[in-house]
C-alpha cells in the first residue's frame, strides 16, 4: 500500500485557493500603502501670495502631514486657469498631480469658444476647500448707508452709478453684471486690471462701489478707509461679522461667492480619490487652518467629490448665463 494521503480533489481546490490568496495578500497590502509614493504637487492657477495662493499653500501643509510626503505647491496663473488646468488633465492619474480648482473652471466654459479640455469630463473633484464671499465696498465719506440706500439711487438715476471690479469676465467683474440684471439697476460696470486699482479709485471717490474679494478690502475696512455695505455669500461671513449678507439687505435672489477645490486627472482611482478626500477633510476641519484662513474672508468647507462635481456643473450653468445675457467674450 502506498505510504502517502490524497486529499479529496475538492479539498485540495480549496487549498490551491487559499494559497494563491496568502500570496496576493502582501501584494494587494502594498498597492493600498504605495500612496502617496513621493511628493505630490499642487498646481495652482494664480500668483503667488494672493488669497488663493495662501489657502493652496496652508491646506497643502495640513494634506502633506496627514499623507506623509509633502504637497510641493506649483504656480501656473494664466486667463481662466487654462495653462494650469490643461498640465493637470493631461498628467498620469495616479494622484501625484493635483489641481486648485476653482469657478475660474466653470466661468473659462463661457469665456472661451475652445478650451484644451472638458473641465467636467477630464477632471475629477476630490472636495472643496472653501468659499470666498465678496464684498460691496463704499468710500468712507459715500453719501449711501447702506445697500438699500445705493439700490434706490440706481434705479433713480440710470446709468448714473459707477461699480468698480477687476478684470473683465472675473468673478467680481460677473458679479456686478449679475447685480444689475437681478436688482434690475443700470449701472456702469469699471474694470480695473487689480485690487490695488480698485481700491485706489474706490478710496479717491472715482467710483461709487467697489465689488470685490474680502481678503484686500477688511484691513481698510477696519482702519476706516472705506465701509462695507454687505457681502455678497449666504451666510454672515467671519472677516466681517456684523455686516449684512446682500440678501439681507433687501436683495432676496443674489448669493455670490468664489470657491477653490481640489481635483485631480479623470482616471485617478478611487481609492486615491478617497484617500485624499480624507486628508481635504482633516485639513478643513483643523483649528490651525481656520485660524490663517478665516481672517482672509474664506469659510472653510469640504465635500464629497460627488458634491464638487455638481458645483462645477451648476456654477458653469450659472455663470454661461450671466456671460451669455452681458454679451462678455476674451476668445
Request: avoid cysteine; proline fraction near 8%; glycine fraction near 8%.
Amino acid at each position: 500500500m502506498p505510504n502517502e494521503f490524497t486529499l479529496p480533489a475538492n479539498s485540495r481546490r480549496a487549498l490551491l485557493a487559499a494559497g494563491l490568496m496568502s500570496a496576493l495578500l502582501p501584494i494587494t497590502a502594498g498597492a493600498q500603502t504605495r500612496y502617496p509614493e513621493r511628493p505630490i504637487t499642487l498646481i495652482v492657477p494664480f500668483a503667488a501670495g494672493g488669497v488663493a495662493d495662501v489657502t493652496a499653500r496652508v491646506i497643502a501643509d495640513a494634506m502633506g502631514k496627514t499623507l506623509g510626503q509633502p504637497i510641493v505647491v506649483d504656480n501656473r496663473p494664466g486667463a481662466g486657469s487654462i495653462a494650469a488646468s490643461q498640465a493637470v488633465a493631461g498628467a498620469k492619474p495616479d494622484g501625484h498631480t493635483l489641481l486648485l480648482m476653482s469657478n475660474a473652471n466653470a466661468v473659462s466654459v463661457g469665456l472661451f469658444k475652445k478650451l484644451p479640455y472638458d473641465p467636467v469630463k477630464d477632471f475629477t473633484p476630490v472636495s472643496t476647500l472653501g468659499y470666498f464671499d465678496l464684498g460691496m465696498f463704499v468710500p468712507r465719506n459715500s453719501r449711501f448707508n447702506s445697500l438699500r440706500d445705493l439700490l434706490e439711487f440706481a434705479k433713480k438715476n440710470p446709468g448714473k452709478l459707477n461699480i468698480a471690479t477687476i478684470a473683465v469676465g472675473s468673478t467680481q467683474h460677473l458679479a456686478a453684471e449679475l447685480l444689475k440684471s437681478t436688482a434690475g439697476i443700470d449701472a456702469v460696470t469699471v474694470p480695473f486690471k487689480a485690487s490695488s486699482g480698485v481700491l485706489v479709485a474706490l478710496r479717491s471717490g472715482e467710483v461709487d462701489v467697489a465689488l470685490e474679494i474680502l481678503a484686500p478690502m477688511v484691513p481698510h475696512v477696519s482702519s476706516g478707509d472705506v465701509r462695507a455695505l454687505a457681502v455678497t455669500g449666504e451666510k454672515a461671513n467671519p472677516a466681517l461679522p456684523s455686516t449684512p449678507t446682500v440678501q439681507q439687505a433687501g436683495l432676496a435672489r443674489y448669493n455670490v461667492a468664489s470657491w477653490n477645490a481640489i481635483a485631480v486627472p479623470a482616471g485617478t482611482p478611487a481609492a486615491v480619490v478617497s484617500r485624499l478626500n480624507q486628508a481635504v477633510r482633516e485639513a478643513v476641519a483643523s483649528p490651525a487652518v481656520h485660524s490663517k484662513l478665516e481672517p482672509l474672508g474664506v469659510r472653510m468647507q469640504a465635500s464629497t467629490p460627488a458634491e464638487g462635481q455638481a458645483l462645477l456643473v451648476s456654477e458653469i450653468k450659472r455663470w454661461g448665463d450671466v456671460i451669455r445675457a452681458g454679451k462678455i467674450k476674451l476668445d
